[in-house]
């Protein structure tokens, strides 16, 4: 894509004389084309005319065939064409080529036909074996009113042809010499427009860097010198209101510092002088309740600072750490006390989210190190002599690594997508074709008694997804089914166009979730029967993973459960186009 606008003029240059080039040679082609063919037509249709003229005498009776013979390939000599005389009922009299027709045959052409009825007939037809063109003209032969021949003309327009094919070669040569001339030109006339565009860019960088100094060399009296007396008078009058700022920012500075925060001013009475709207929305007209008059006084007259944090009930409950100290006039005096207050619910939830998660991931190694440092331990204090004994053992630390691998690779791609770097590739797929594909590596992988698959995906609208991302999720949900049916159940696989977008569904015949489990299944290393879960090789990431993989998407999943009756697994996919969403992703 050319993002130079120097190369854009030379290209809008160099377009604008092609078309025209290609618009001209066009016409001049086909100007030329119809001139020769014409012409060709006309001495054709002239020597015809000329031909029918001198037959009528040999054509009217018993046609007389020596006599038309030797006419013909006298005009035939001459005007370089083959010719045909065919009588009333279009049979073949004689032609110039002699043994090229048999006599009484009759020739059955749209244009024959129509000089037999009176009329001219002509036509051009492209001969398939030599790929040149013929040109065919029949003229009737008339005695009085009636029709008693036809003198029918054949003439190769290959002659034409090579003209043309010469002309146009002419023409493009001169075409790519003009265009060469032209970008030369262009690229000429672009510079002396982009150069003064340039350094203007340049000033502007100067000035983002705070050099006001530098103005710019005017050369000209056009738009672009226009332009950079323009930028001239804008640098000018820029520093000057930067001076002022300058001026005024240390009045604002404090409150400006903190715009994100709530600020509440209190003077030295006990009353509120100032809170601006973040704290209002923390606190509304409690702030005197919750930090009472006589505590603040007393901060004040002990002129000390003090940093608090408070818990608000809810819902949603609420953290807040309040920084309080006395302010001052410019004269040094105490006038009242500064709050500056910050809502640190997020981070507090942050932090026990973190605590949890790394004590979940604690646990969920702890097991499978424990596991394969006992095998180990065992192999090293004389297990491995018994080879058999040293295999299981092996196999045991195998999977148990593997485990680990695992649940590695999830925290990767969680990780990744929470600070949003996983990479996107959004483009129109056919998620019918996914499905299929996908269903038909589990059926590969899961081979009888496992349970039996059943897929029911309706005519899909086109979608734009990441196609690998939303193959992961199926693949995870999928897992869960395959690992929670027993051999002999039934898993189905549906897909159909829905309000939303795309519905995919996945519901099996397993034992089904507690209704008090079903809040959390989303949850990082959330099981709900955490035994059978790590048996399996679970990470108790997968339904989290697919969660944020399907909102990355746009879309919503959602689970549905009944003990004992098996599960439902569904997400959606919306129709709109990814562009929309490539800066959420």
């Known amino acids: 894509m050319v993002k130079s606008m120097h190369w854009k003029i030379v290209l809008v240059y160099f377009l604008l004389s092609l078309l025209t080039m290609q618009f001209f040679g066009a016409y001049l082609i086909q100007s ?12 054709m249709e002239a020597q015809g005319n000329l031909l029918a003229s001198f037959l009528e005498r040999y054509m009217v009776g018993e046609p007389l065939e020596e006599d038309i013979s030797a006419l013909i390939r006298e005009f035939s000599a001459q005007s370089g064409t083959d010719i045909i005389v065919l009588d009333g009922y279009g049979r073949v009299v004689t032609s110039s080529g002699g043994e090229d027709l048999v006599r009484g045959r009759r020739v059955l052409q749209d244009e024959v036909s129509r000089a037999l009825a009176g009329s001219r007939g002509e036509a051009i037809r492209l001969i398939p074996d030599t790929e040149i063109r013929q040109k065919y003209l029949a003229l009737p032969v008339k005695s009085g009113d009636n029709v008693v ?11 034409i042809d090579a003209t043309i094919n010469q002309v146009q070669l002419i023409f493009m040569t001169g075409t790519a010499i003009a265009l060469l001339i032209t970008v030369v030109l262009g690229f000429i006339l672009a510079r002396t427009i982009t150069r003064p565009i340039q350094e203007v860019t340049s000033r502007a960088a100067q000035m983002a860097a705070g050099d006001f100094n530098r103005l710019i060399e005017v050369r000209s009296e056009d738009e672009i010198g226009r332009l950079g007396n323009m930028f001239n008078h804008l640098t000018l009058k820029l520093k000057e209101t930067l001076g002022e700022m300058s001026a005024e920012k240390s009045k604002v500075e404090s409150i400006l510092n903190y715009m994100t925060e709530g600020v509440v001013a209190v003077n030295e009475k006990g009353a509120i002088i100032h809170l601006n709207p973040a704290a209002r929305e923390m606190l509304g007209d409690d702030f005197l309740r919750i930090f009472p008059r006589q505590q603040l006084l007393g901060l004040l007259k002990s002129d000390a600072q003090e940093t608090r944090e408070i818990t608000l009930a809810g819902p949603p409950s609420r953290v807040i ?15 009242g006390v500064l709050a500056v207050l910050q809502d640190v619910t997020r981070e507090e939830e942050l932090n026990r989210i973190q605590q949890e998660f790394v004590a979940n991931v604690s646990h969920e190694l702890k097991t499978p190190l424990t596991t394969v440092k006992s095998y180990v331990e065992t192999l090293l204090n004389g297990a491995m002599e018994d080879p058999g004994i ?18 590695v690779k999830d925290l990767l791609v969680l990780s990744r997508l929470d600070y949003r770097q996983l990479p996107w590739e959004l483009r129109e797929e056919d998620l019918g074709e996914l499905l299929q594909e996908t269903a038909r590596e589990f059926v590969f992988r899961n081979p009888p008694p496992a349970p039996l698959l059943l897929i029911r995906v309706q005519a899909l609208s086109p979608l734009v997804f990441d196609r690998d991302k939303v193959k992961q999720v199926l693949i995870n949900i999928l897992g869960n089914a395959y690992k929670f049916t027993p051999a002999g159940g039934q898993i189905t696989l549906a897909a159909w166009d829905g309000e939303e977008g795309v519905v995919v569904t996945v519901e099996d015949s397993g034992p089904g979730i507690p209704a008090g489990d079903l809040p959390r299944v989303f949850d990082r290393f959330y099981r709900v029967d955490k035994t059978r879960s790590r048996k399996l090789g679970g990470t108790g990431l997968g339904l989290s993973i697919a969660r944020q993989l399907v909102e990355a998407h746009g879309g919503r999943i959602w689970l549905e459960s009944t003990l004992g009756q098996g599960t439902t697994v569904g997400f959606t996919l919306p129709r709109e186009s990814g562009t929309e969403r490539d800066e959420a992703l």
């Open 32 to 43: 030329l084309e119809r001139y020769f063919v014409n012409s060709y037509m006309t001495n």
């Open 149 to 159: 021949g036809v003198v029918y003309f054949t003439g190769s327009l290959e002659g």
């Open 390 to 407: 040293c295999r299981n053992f092996l196999k045991v630390v195998e999977g148990e690594t593997e485990r680990m691998v695992r649940l």
């Open 321 to 335: 750490k309040a920084h309080l100290a006395p302010f001052r006039t410019p004269e040094g005096d105490l006038r």
